[in-house]
């Protein structure tokens, strides 16, 4: 029996917004608190993730340490977690490629992520020739790279968003077609449903917080300052009703600053609890409680993440130390794997 083993990874295109905050990183700490002592711990910054579309090097390496320097601002323990850069493991890539001997083409053209990179609807045929001119191999590959991430830790639970379950699929899909072709070493893992709704777009309630919105107010970052977040908030899309109730059908908007409301609220109430409480009270006024308690909430994490960019050195050190554990994490699933493939 495999020891217990939580593995999540997390693209440095950005500073985290609130949906990456509350949809996985928010829960990766509540794991890290949670879990028993024998309980293994990776989080990544996947780097290799965030070239499948044209990146900058020198935006890249800042991000990478700006990512990395949020994780620890949240809360988690690189004494207790290994948190580490994917490229500084060799072993996803290697694995990327021996997973992509046995995995089926049909099966990944099937998968919709990619679709919505390149901005085509989900029913798209992936074989037309205008998408396929457009789809760099990278991107049409990248859940082969995802199975890969989380099966060379043979992690046994992978904690994603709702977006992201297809791809946990994909990945036991992957430990069916190498283990039946190269005897039983890779371990498959079991999805952790992030408990958090999807935190929707400030600018539209029909579309998730995405860092890719070219529309900054459509985000609220976990680093930013409460003027920003005031701002952000007070332009939020609503509707034209001049009271506040849970009605996510009719009232999308107001139902997204509810659900966020409640995540930052220090009673622990619901949506529709906080539906009903402030039920009489104008759009403005409330937007601006919710803008409150959204920076409340926060100053603790941009605190931590201004003392640690701060704090010279410490984010390399750690970063340093998580690659050399999660290679030899890696290095116990590729000595089985090398020798079963037969080299
Ligand atoms: P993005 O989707 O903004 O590019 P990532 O792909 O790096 O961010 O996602 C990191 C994690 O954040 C994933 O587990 C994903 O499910 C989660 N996530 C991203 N956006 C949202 C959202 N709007 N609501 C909830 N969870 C989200
Ligand atoms: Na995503």
Redesign the pocket.
Known sequence: VPPPTIF????P?GI?????Y????HQWVHLQNTATPETKLLFSI?DLHAITVPQEAARLKRWKKESLATLLAVGLDPGRCVLFSQSAVPAHSELMWILSCTASMGYLSRMTQWKSKLQLQDNASPLDESSKSKLKLGLFSYPVLQAADILVHRATHV??????SQHLEFARECVTNFNHAYGPHLVEPKTIM?P?????SLQNPHQ?????NPDARSRILITDSPSTIKANVMSALTDSLNSVSYDPVNRPGVANLLSLLSHFDVEGRSAEELGKVHGDMGLGKFKSLVADAISVGLEGVRNEYERILDDEGYVENVEREGGRKARESAEETMGLVRDAVGF
């Open positions: 999540s990874g997390i693209q295109t985290p917004h609130l949906g990456n509350l949809g996985a990183l996947v904690p994603v968003g709702e977006d992201q992030s958090a709704k999807r935190v929707m998730k917080m995405s860092k890719s």
